[in-house]
């Protein structure tokens, strides 16, 4: 396939059904099921469907981090959902998240099953439904939602943008590069005057804001994020580096990051996790 520099818009656009790229073979501009499937349910409360992804990487360090305050109740299995294959695209999962995309939740502690999806909404639902990392005084309540939909709201320029045309697209376009870069500085440079002031994203305590953004922003600046720590030069972010280090040490975060990836390295991460016993064969380097 030609990319043209000089290339015109038609009058009508028309899919091409391989348009080059990663992830190409399965993206489409239509909704709905491609294929039949079943998902695996569990023993525990929460099922959760998702892949470790920045945004599946959220809900998994969440509910890691609500088993270590102690609630026992929120157990929950993590099921692969392999987005390269297609599988967000099977029939039951469209029926938790018609979007087609991960994670997604089904809650069966109540009288019938409760559909979650979107990242930020599950943040959100948990946090309610346990009464946990999230301040209940309104002003700091609000400073929180403050931050987590900017986080919703900014990181497509990370992700869909920047990380996109510098990983995934066929072609590097120096426009795309240069316009998306400087966006995720600016981005950099927000949490950065920020963070200057505070431990956390809204001052001293931790909540779902930097469950939310650390994922995205704070592995960006570790280096774990696109392989474009140099390029961004993120070591002039002093304050994200702080926190994001500060984060990655929480045994919550580092087990939370472990679930629902594949590796070639043995006993990094788990496919699925449906226990707090299968972190056991893990190597966390301690």
């Not at 305050?69 to 938790?96: C, M, P, R, T």
């Not at 995309?101 to 809650?107: F, G, H, N, S």
């Not at 559909?115 to 609000?142: C, H």
Request: aromatic share 14%; charged share 25%.
């Amino acid at each position: 396939m030609n990319y043209p520099l000089d290339y015109d818009p038609p009058k009508i656009w028309k899919w091409e059904d391989e348009n080059g790229g990663a992830f190409a073979s399965i993206n489409r501009p239509i909704a709905g099921s491609t294929h039949d499937k079943t998902l695996p349910i569990g023993q525990h409360p929460f099922q959760l469907y998702s892949q470790g992804t920045p945004n599946g990487i959220k809900v998994t360090i969440m509910f890691e981090e609500l088993l270590e305050i102690g609630h026992s109740d929120a157990e929950y299995d993590a099921w692969l959902v392999s987005i390269s294959k297609g599988e967000q695209f099977g029939s039951d999962f469209v029926n938790i998240n018609p979007n087609s995309k991960i994670p997604a939740l089904l809650d069966y502690s109540g009288d019938e099953p409760k559909r979650v999806f979107e990242s930020g909404a599950i943040l959100l639902y948990l946090a309610e439904k346990f009464n946990s990392l999230l301040p209940t005084q309104d002003n700091r309540r609000t400073e929180v939602l403050n931050w987590l939909f900017w986080q919703m709201s900014s990181t497509p320029y990370l992700g869909g943008g920047f990380g996109h045309f510098y990983v995934y697209a066929p072609v590097k376009i120096q426009y795309a590069i240069d316009r998306y870069s400087m966006e995720v500085k600016r981005q950099l440079d927000v949490l950065d005057r920020e963070l200057s002031k505070k431990e956390f994203i809204i001052g001293d305590e931790y909540t779902i804001a930097d469950i939310s953004i650390w994922p995205w922003y704070g592995r960006l600046v570790l280096g774990q994020q696109y392989g474009a720590a140099d390029f961004l030069q993120v070591s002039e972010y002093h304050n994200v580096l702080r926190w994001a280090k500060i984060l990655s040490a929480r045994p919550a975060v580092m087990r939370g990051e472990r679930i629902n990836r594949k590796s070639k390295i043995p006993n990094q991460y788990l496919l699925e996790r449906h226990s707090s016993s299968d972190f056991e064969a893990l190597d966390f380097g301690t």
